[in-house]
């Protein structure tokens, strides 16, 4: 089946059989929600948080000192991260953000993260798409970690100061350019000096996560991670 298609085609089936796993299609059992234990189980994990080096941290070289890039899954095309970012953004299934960032929480906890933030930053949608949206997915992720970690979501640290249209026909070093100076750092005595972690939906080439270290790594904060959902390689 065409791609685009096969895409209507699962978020008609999810109106009418709410309960199927947004990876695998099979219905789910009784206490699961969104995700089945077996595509739980086979989440491509990337386990960044336990690797001393990984390719994510490249993207980052010689542009921002993350302390920790920590990637929960890969994302890969037509792959089960891909449905759950689309069911996310755009069917009001905000829970799957929360049950993401529990479920990268614990990973995290028992990688020995427990003490290691201070405040958790999402990465700030434009106000327009955050109407039209009604929430910010990358809030919800943090919701979830938040519970987990008990580190407490400062959610207006960063804020949007201008709009960037479309970036998607220019090259990497346009991009980070483009970016720089569009985020601006909210509730100061919250963040300077703290160990924070920034949060996102998807890792693609960085740059937007270039563009919001720029003014925390300015306050200064004492340290400053990094954690989304998935990433692409
Ligand atoms: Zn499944």
Redesign the pocket.
């Known amino acids: 089946m065409n791609m685009k298609i096969k895409e209507y085609w699962n978020d008609f089936l999810s109106l009418i059989y709410p309960n199927l796993?947004?990876?695998?299609?099979?219905p789910?059992p009784q206490g699961s929600k969104y995700?089945?234990?077996?595509?739980?189980y086979?989440l491509p994990k990337t386990n960044t948080h336990a690797l001393e080096r990984h390719t994510f941290q490249e993207k980052f070289m010689g542009l921002v000192p993350f302390s920790h890039v920590l990637v929960y899954a890969y994302f890969i095309k037509n792959g089960?991260m891909q449905h759950v970012l689309h069911a996310l953004k755009y069917n009001d299934n905000q829970e799957i953000g929360i049950m993401l960032g529990r479920w990268y929480g614990h990973d995290l906890l028992l990688g020995g993260y427990a003490d290691a933030f201070d405040a958790i930053v999402p990465v700030p949608l434009h106000p327009k798409k955050q109407e039209i949206r009604g929430y910010n997915q990358a809030y919800c992720f943090a919701l979830g970690l938040s519970e987990v970690l008990k580190t407490p979501v400062v959610e207006h640290g960063l804020i949007r100061t201008k709009h960037i249209d479309s970036q998607t026909k220019k090259g990497k070093v346009n991009r980070i350019l483009d970016v720089e100076g569009i985020f601006e750092v909210q509730e100061i005595d919250r963040l300077k000096d703290k160990r924070v972690l920034l949060v996102d939906d998807v890792l693609t080439t960085g740059s937007t996560l270039v563009a919001c270290a720029t003014p925390l790594l300015a306050l200064p904060c004492q340290a400053l991670s990094v954690a989304v959902m998935a990433g692409v390689k």
């Not at 796993?21 to 099979?26: H, V």
């Not at 995700?35 to 739980?40: G, L, T």
Request: charged residues 20%; aromatic residues 0%; negative net charge.
């Open positions: 796993c947004l990876g695998c299609d099979d789910l995700i089945c234990p077996k595509c739980h086979n089960i």
